[in-house]
């Protein structure tokens, strides 16, 4: 089965931000991709939408960001692999950029579209040093306080505990993922598995590399939890990650801060005025409220490991092999 790619535009670089998405993420993943835009105005590297079957359409007031949308036909690939509930095998899609793009990218950064981009040299971030491994990211933040805490899907296989990352973003040296067949070998794992697997590519992806991975400073996906949550407003990372249900276009229990609400708000007026008004809250988090209280407490109890874990990167560029 071949991987077959067709794009609105040539490669301009030799690298690239990449996010996958269908039209019902578009809205979100174009905000993120603007941001990123808005950033490096002159950038060195291409801003790509991929997606499988469905085609995108984004709106004209958006034309000036240059984006590169990408089509990747993977022939059936993923056939075999596991589906959430009304999931189809787009899910999957990541897994095929290091094979289908490949000549035309050497580095690829993934990110998810439910990502708030606040900041950071993107242009930098893809050209740092991953030794001999295929792929760098930020450890799921179930090992953020319990850096030994075995993953759910490795017990499920019968695999040992290892370091374990979050595939929102994901950095892909193209050359060395294909070489080793990433993509081939998680596929393999993933039919074989099917009955045993949650989740879907995060957990192929950590199965097959077995911490065979850089791992990059969490200000790069700073997974937005009870425990990291204040933390994320003192710390100010460049990619905020809202890894749960709630969303900046879906908050009705006001959990997460206007100013990211305020700014999705604005953004899909602007762009996507046919859409209905985010569902937020009317009014954020009381600060005496019971759920407050609760964050407050996870904070001050995981305060010690958190501080360990983020002082082991100096800076945003540290990469711990």
């Not at 035309?104 to 993107?122: N, P, S, T």
């Not at 953020?144 to 990352?165: I, K, M, S």
């Not at 949550?229 to 229990?253: Q, Y």
Request: aromatic share 8%; proline share 7%; net charge neutral.
């Amino acid at each position: 089965m071949s991987i077959a790619t067709t794009s609105t535009q040539p490669a301009g670089a030799r690298k690239a931000v990449i996010f996958c998405c269908d039209s019902r993420y578009l809205p979100y993943t174009a905000h993120a991709a603007a941001q990123i835009a808005a950033l490096h105005p002159h950038r060195d590297f291409d801003i790509c939408l991929c997606h499988g079957e469905c085609p995108l359409t984004l709106p004209e007031s958006l034309a000036s960001l240059g984006l590169r949308q990408i089509r990747v036909d993977v022939d059936g690939r993923f056939e075999g692999l596991r589906l959430d509930p009304g999931a189809n095998h787009d899910v999957y899609l990541r897994l095929a950029l290091p094979e289908a793009l490949r000549a035309d990218y050497d580095r690829i950064l993934y990110l998810d579209g439910d990502i708030f981009v606040q900041g950071g040299d993107f242009s930098r971030l893809l050209g740092v040093d991953l030794g001999a491994h295929p792929v760098a990211a930020v450890r799921d933040n179930i090992q953020w306080r319990t850096p030994e805490r075995r993953p759910v899907q490795f017990a499920r296989l019968g695999l040992p505990g290892t370091r374990y990352f979050n595939a929102g973003v994901v950095l892909m040296d193209t050359a060395r993922c294909a070489d080793m067949d990433l993509l081939g070998r998680c596929v393999d794992l993933g039919r074989r598995e099917a009955a045993r697997m949650i989740r879907h590519d995060q957990n192929l992806f950590n199965a097959v590399l077995q911490g065979d991975w850089a791992e990059l400073s969490p200000t790069w996906n700073w997974q937005y939890s009870w425990a990291a949550r204040l933390l994320a407003e003192m710390r100010t990372p460049n990619v905020v990650h809202f890894i749960g249900g709630t969303k900046p276009w879906r908050d009705t229990v006001g959990d997460i801060p206007p100013r990211y609400l305020r700014a999705m708000s604005a953004f899909l007026e602007c762009h996507f005025p046919e859409l209905p008004p985010p569902a937020v809250a009317a009014s954020p988090m009381r600060p005496c409220s019971p759920r407050m209280v609760k964050m407050l407490l996870k904070h001050l109890v995981s305060a010690r490991a958190m501080c360990a874990y983020l002082d082991r990167f100096e800076g945003d560029f540290s990469v711990i092999g």
